[in-house]
């Protein structure tokens, strides 16, 4: 992998102080494993909406002017951070490639690789700020389960959300690593206690050992946990102690023909 540089103009364009209803952004992803992507958003004044092309398939979506807005106020604020050149070479992260034009200005653009909050927080927050639009999105399951897998590349935290139910769901998505132990720890001991849960590990990717002990309060409630997942996360499932009898083996999509509203919390 070619070694990661940071292509951003060295002054904001000229229109930066124009209103946030004339733009065009495109976001070129290239994680190490998962398909390459393309997310596209444009906000004018008549039109506006993001669309995302990962290989034939293309997925548009629709988006509100108050979201819309929120990005393009975002990025003006990102691309005055300063911060240091990052040397780093990849190969477990992501290639970004990218431009935004606002108004008729120059486009302004953005190249990095696995940005780190602390080391690069420009490139970090212009990330975050792409997956905080699609969250005001709803795409289809499909596309969803994409979305999820990609969001793990930028460190965003756990890879984990709760979804209100009835009965709530604790929606697993990506990988589990020893860095995420405390949050994890955390985000189970916050689960309602006197109700039924579900646990969707349909989009999990596995986890590691030392982390099946922060599975077991989920073992000993009284109250019902049902568990949904993939095979491969059922065999991990059986290995942390929870009965085959409570696991529902799935091999699509959990959500299929459902929309899901995307989101990473």
Known sequence: ???ASIALAAVVPVAATA?????DFEFEASPSFLAPSTIRLHAHPHSLGISVVIGDDKEKLQLNATAAEEFCTRLQQAITIEQSKDERMGFDGISVRGHWRLAKSPPFEVSFWSPDKQKSPRDYVIADAVFSVLEATTPSCLLNAYLEQLSTYFGFGLPARVLPGPPPTLRFYGSLSIDHDEDLMHLIESLPADTPLTIDMTNFGGM???LYLDFHPLLARSIEVH???TPQAATQ???IGVKSAAIHVITSLYCEGQPMRCSRR
């Open 1 to 3: 992998m070619l070694a």
């Open 208 to 210: 590691g050992l030392l």
């Open 237 to 239: 499932l059986r290995k």
């Open 19 to 23: 209103a946030c209803n004339d733009y």
């Open 227 to 229: 568990w949904v997942a």
